[in-house]
T-cell receptor, first 113, second 113 residues
Framework: QKEVEQNSGPLSVPEGAIASLNCTYSDRGSQSFFWYRQYSGKSPELIMFIYSNGDKEDGRFTAQLNKASQYVSLLIRDSQPSDSATYLCAVPYSGGGADGLTFGKGTHLIIQP | DTGVSQDPRHKITKRGQNVTFRCDPISEHNRLYWYRQTLGQGPEFLTYFQNEAQLEKSRLLSDRFSAERPKGSFSTLEIQRTEQGDSAMYLC???????????FGSGTRLTVV
């Protein structure tokens, strides 16, 4: 079974700094990778996905993928208190991302004002 | 577009009883997914539908769980002979054909007493 590993945290970052969230995955064949944000008591919401090695930027968020190291990360620049949430990394459950996802346990991020 | 709707929001049931949850996806989404999430864990994939066809089912899913999506619109998830270990948040999500635009519903929180 595919595994996705994340440090559960909490990860505490001062406001305005860069938050770095990391994820490793077990299946070398995984082709796409997803980052979700989940506020306490709410459902997950998609932040971004990446499927090519390198960086993908979207506003204050940057996803970084290194398939050789089976490592994907999420950087949040200019961190805001509203970024405090649990961040979930996910890979496709079996085939492509359309077939369902395997999630990690998530990293709890706290942005300190 | 009102998003993904789930009903009920909360359900308390006695051990051994059957429960059924309903999910109404975003109307133009043909893919529908069920996940289960417990405290401190990421969502766990249960099953998914493309239109009315159930295409994938988690190997971890007990035979007490069954899901349907008649006519490719709303879906139901039934749990028979509930156990205390079934207590969790049950999340439904839908997406378009490529699976990259997941939208989760607010979930149904099940408590088995």
């Amino acid at each position: 079974q595919k595994e996705v590993e994340q440090n559960s945290g909490p990860l505490s970052v001062p406001e305005g700094a860069i938050a770095s969230l990391n994820c490793t995955y077990s299946d070398r064949g995984s082709q796409s990778f997803f980052w979700y944000r989940q506020y306490s008591g709410k459902s997950p919401e998609l932040i971004m996905f990446i499927y090519s090695n390198g960086d993908k930027e979207d506003g204050r968020f940057t996803a970084q993928l290194n398939k050789a190291s089976q490592y994907v990360s999420l950087l949040i620049r200019d961190s805001q208190p509203s970024d405090s949430a649990t961040y979930l990394c996910a890979v496709p459950y079996s085939g492509g991302g359309a077939d369902g996802l395997t999630f990690g346990k998530g990293t709890h991020l706290i942005i300190q004002p | 577009d009102t998003g993904v709707s789930q009903d009920p929001r909360h359900k308390i049931t006695k051990r051994g009883q059957n429960v059924t949850f309903r999910c109404d996806p975003i109307s133009e989404h043909n893919r529908l997914y069920w996940y289960r999430q417990t405290l401190g864990q990421g969502p766990e994939f249960l099953t998914y539908f493309q239109n009315e066809a159930q295409l994938e089912k988690s190997r971890l899913l007990s035979d007490r769980f069954s899901a349907e999506r008649p006519k490719g619109s709303f879906s139901t998830l039934e749990i028979q002979r509930t156990e205390q270990g079934d207590s969790a948040m049950y999340l439904c999500a839908s997406s378009s054909w490529d699976g990259y635009g997941y939208t989760f519903g607010s979930g149904t929180r099940l408590t088995v007493v």
